[in-house]
């Protein structure tokens, strides 16, 4: 049997996200921008693309925008924002745990003179709402904070930031990525009281190399992206549309249409399935909160390394991560600003789940783990 529980770095495809890319090469491959027959066709499916997502959303269709992936939609917002507003102050905040994706820009516009604050989080890897109440003040240009963290779970306070904002009669937006939140949380504006929101395709089911970036109405941005000035100059560039309807097909097909609340327990069965296997076992640690996201289970095996556990679980099939797909090779700065012994980072894994995955699978995933944990501590 094989099991994939790496569903934090990518996802399978569903087969109507498929059915979608293949129509849009085939049948409706115009350029959206060209003023003829074959072009309105393709901008017709560009704007019904928009209106699922905006569903999705629960947003105005003119309030979404499509980028190249959660990469470029998280550079766009927090660069875009800090150009439109760094003559209203110098303050920007966010967390010690964020995606590579925020905090390198944040590293940069840290060495260009703003002031970056970093917020720590506890021992479940979560920020606190009075942390970030402390840290905004009236200089505060913009309040960036990750919905749900990629290694361990953990839901952040994201809602308290616009209450800060006005609180300090701060001019700043707030963004929030929510690219692992997508489709299992709601990730609508009203609910996160967010000017601007970054979500990924491939999280979702959908195809690789689209994204797209919810822009409040009024929301000034200064694009880092120049060129044509396609998506109302946001992201330039020609529309990917085969990749945009794929993404467009995942989110109808499985975000729309489909019952979270079902999900959820769906997936917290699962979880707890892997969970109770790690647990049974005397050296077995959860590294994940209690309140984490259950899409998401980080543990450890102290004493197994997780290179070996993960190699080990791959030969049988089970398929998890050492960590973000996005930091290969480096001790994880999530687990580590969470206050864990190194001697635990070194043996955690992550498991992430879809509700794809079934509890046959998760039984097979338990088992394996556990005869990892006799064999190779052991050896």
């Known amino acids: 049997m094989e099991c994939y529980f790496d569903n934090s770095a990518t996802t399978s495809p569903l087969p109507e996200a498929?059915?979608?890319?293949?129509?849009?090469?085939?049948?409706n491959w115009g350029n959206p921008s060209s003023l003829h027959k074959?072009?309105?066709?393709?901008?017709?499916?560009?704007?019904?693309?928009?209106?699922?997502?905006?569903?999705?959303f629960s947003c105005k269709p003119a309030e979404v925008y499509f980028t190249a992936g959660g990469t470029e939609s998280n550079n766009i917002a927090v660069f875009g924002t800090v150009e439109a507003l760094k003559r209203r102050g110098n303050r920007i905040i966010t967390t010690a745990v964020e995606h590579p994706s925020v905090e390198e820009p944040m590293k940069r516009l840290e060495a260009e003179g703003f002031d970056v604050v970093r917020l720590p989080v506890d021992g479940a890897g979560r920020v606190s709402e009075e942390a970030i109440f402390g840290a905004v003040n009236d200089k505060t240009i913009l309040v960036s904070l990750m919905l749900v963290n990629n290694e361990v779970g953990s839901i952040m306070p994201v809602e308290a930031a616009a209450k800060a904002l006005k609180r300090a009669k701060a001019p700043g937006y707030v963004h929030v990525d929510a690219v692992q939140g997508f489709g299992k949380v709601?990730?609508?504006?009203?609910?996160l009281g967010a000017d601007l929101i970054s979500v990924s395709s491939h999280k979702v089911h959908g195809p690789k190399g689209v994204g797209a970036l919810y822009v409040?109405?009024?929301?000034?941005?200064?694009?880092?992206?120049?060129?044509?000035?396609?998506?109302?100059?946001?992201?330039?560039?020609?529309?990917?549309m085969p990749a945009i309807a794929g993404f467009a097909a995942a989110v109808e097909k499985g975000i729309l249409d489909r019952d979270l609340s079902q999900s959820i327990a769906h997936v917290t069965a699962?979880?707890?399935?892997?969970?109770e296997a790690a647990l049974s076992v005397d050296f077995g640690a959860i590294n994940s909160g209690d309140d984490a996201l259950p899409y998401i289970l980080n543990l450890s095996l102290e004493g197994i390394p997780?290179?070996?556990?993960?190699?080990?679980?791959?030969?049988?099939?089970?398929?998890?991560?050492?960590?973000?797909?996005?930091?290969?090779?480096?001790?994880?700065?999530?687990?580590?600003?969470?206050?864990?012994?190194?001697?635990?980072?070194?043996?955690?894994?992550r498991f992430s789940f879809s509700h794809?995955?079934?509890?046959?699978?998760?039984?097979?995933?338990a088992a394996a783990l556990k005869e990892a944990a006799g064999t190779l501590r052991r050896g």
């Open 18 to 27: 498929v059915d979608a890319v293949t129509k849009a090469l085939t049948e």
């Open 306 to 349: 997780s290179e070996v556990l993960r190699n080990y679980l791959s030969d049988r099939g089970v398929y998890v991560s050492t960590g973000s797909a996005c930091s290969k090779g480096h001790r994880s700065t999530v687990l580590t600003q969470m206050g864990l012994e190194a001697r635990r980072i070194d043996s955690a894994v």
């Open 186 to 191: 709601p990730v609508g504006p009203k609910a």
């Open 270 to 275: 699962l979880r707890d399935t892997v969970k």
């Open 356 to 365: 794809t995955n079934t509890l046959e699978e998760a039984a097979y995933a």
């Open 216 to 240: 409040k109405k009024g929301t000034r941005l200064v694009s880092p992206v120049l060129g044509g000035g396609q998506e109302e100059g946001i992201r330039s560039g020609t529309q990917g």
């Open 38 to 56: 074959v072009g309105d066709a393709a901008n017709e499916l560009l704007e019904a693309s928009r209106r699922t997502l905006a569903g999705a």
